[in-house]
């Protein structure tokens, strides 16, 4: 399993998912700068200590799998670094005699989605003492221009009242400072709740959310470091980020319609975060895109343990073909195909040909074209 020439190519001009500073070179100085065409988002990670915050960044961002999660403690910050992600040297985390990692202060790093589109995340450590500081002396800077907030909930918490007083607050500085922010609750730990009580504790959950978010509006889900819903969520979230999103879907369509295949998924190319698709037929798992980001990340993982590049996979049946590429210097491409009558090189080919197509569109700033049908 070789590097290409297009990852030799996309390592050589710098085209990686990360936008970050050396370890050392601080945001703006003479080492390195963000491009003047990126456009930044601010995304507030947010929650009580040991909300499990920590965890769900270092397996969407850093490449852990859930069970090494267990051992982050002062970790994180090496593995962050070793991926060239900038996190402040003030931060750092440990972990607690039970076992929950605990996040000290905030934490920024820079992670590039689609060309210009660059998230500024902010991971707030949820200690009591932090939290009363973000809402006093810290409230303008934390809570000014922010795009997102993503507020994580322990769902066993023993302290629920509290962490409900919390987020209240934090709704409250956002709605003064940035209220056109887009809110996002993760009730957490599900794996940890009795199978058969999950729907209705989280229904519960999702009901006491949206009352208190008025007038501001929520989006809730289910998470667990352990199945796919944690990547369901981040998706969605993502998803909101895009600027140019329907112009992509769009384009997405075209081509599908063009090659005439079952269903397109575009993923992000560090994460397999899942930020568009399209689809002619209807598919029986609903689950479906999260659990391929999974299970090709994590084949991604165990290829570089081998000092393997992960670069193009077919998968083949009686039913269907399910081909999944490098597509831009962002992204990968799964297409699914039902008719055998096509031959994968004709695929292939196609899959080719709408690659610098796609690079355009990725462009925040680049020009509003579609790809049409002949």
């Not at 999702?206 to 819903?229: A, G, V």
Request: glycine share 4%; with cysteine; proline share 3%.
């Amino acid at each position: 399993m070789e590097e290409s020439d297009s990852e030799k190519k996309m390592e050589k001009e710098n085209l990686g998912p990360r936008m970050d500073p050396p370890i050392g070179e601080p945001e703006g100085s003479l080492g390195w700068v963000l491009p003047n065409t990126a456009m930044k988002k601010k995304v507030l990670l947010m929650g009580k200590s040991g909300s499990g915050k920590t965890s769900m960044r270092s397996i969407i961002f850093a490449n852990y799998i859930a069970r090494d999660t267990r051992r982050l403690g002062a970790t994180i910050l090496d593995r962050l670094h070793s991926l060239q992600i900038n996190s402040s040297l003030s931060t750092y985390s440990l972990v607690d005699s039970v076992g929950n990692t605990k996040t000290f202060d905030v934490e920024h790093s820079h992670v590039r989605f689609l060309g210009n589109l660059v998230l500024n995340l902010w991971d707030c450590g949820g200690q009591d003492t932090f939290m009363e500081n973000y809402f006093t002396s810290q409230r303008d800077n934390i809570f000014r221009n922010v795009e997102v907030l993503i507020y994580v909930f322990d769902v066993e918490s023993r302290e629920l009242e509290k962490d409900m007083h919390y987020y209240q607050s934090c709704l409250e500085a956002i709605l003064q400072n940035s209220p056109d922010a887009k809110i996002f609750c993760l009730v957490h730990k599900m794996d940890l709740v009795q199978e058969d009580q999950r729907d209705l504790i989280f229904k519960e959950r999702e009901e006491d959310l949206r009352r208190l978010s008025r007038p501001l509006e929520c989006s809730c889900f289910r998470t667990s470091i352990w199945d796919e819903t944690l990547y369901k969520a981040w998706s969605s979230i993502v998803y909101q980020l895009i600027p140019n999103v329907q112009q992509l879907e769009m384009n997405l369509r075209n081509f599908a319609e063009i090659i005439e295949a079952d269903e397109v998924l575009l993923f992000e190319r560090a994460t397999f975060l899942v930020i568009s698709h399209y689809q002619c037929k209807e598919q029986r798992d609903a689950h479906r895109f999260e659990k391929i980001s999974n299970i090709i990340k994590q084949f991604k993982l165990s290829c570089s343990k081998l000092a393997a590049s992960f670069q193009s996979m077919e998968v083949r049946n009686s039913n269907f073909a399910a081909f999944i590429d490098i597509f831009t210097s962002n992204t990968y491409v799964m297409v699914v195909m039902s008719d055998p009558s096509i031959p994968s090189a004709a695929t292939l080919i196609n899959i080719r040909n709408a690659r610098k197509h796609f690079e355009k569109l990725e462009r925040v700033d680049g020009p509003k074209q579609c790809l049409l049908m002949r």
